[in-house]
């Protein structure tokens, strides 16, 4: 059963924007687990908290990413 619920809509940047921004879906978990784990990252996402500690597990990361893709379109 899949975690983060997808949709299939690509947004793609215009006027000279090379930007794309793709469905998130199971495969880029690897990924966010990564970024939930990275204190630069969390300082910029958790509102400049200087907590080095601060860090979110696998259970962690499914919940947020799993609760946002229920009601929103979560693109990467």
Not at 10 to 17: E, K, R, S
Not at 52 to 70: F, K, N, P, R, W
Request: aromatic share 10%.
């Amino acid at each position: 059963m899949s975690i983060i619920k997808t949709h299939d809509i690509t947004l793609y940047g215009g006027n000279d924007i090379d930007i794309v921004l793709r469905p998130l879906c199971d495969d880029h978990l690897p990924l966010l687990y990564k970024w939930c784990a990275d204190p630069e990252v969390l300082y910029w996402t958790e509102g400049g908290t200087n907590d080095t500690t601060l860090s979110y597990g696998a259970d962690t990361v499914h919940a947020i990413y799993e609760g946002v893709s229920q009601n929103a379109f979560a693109s990467l």
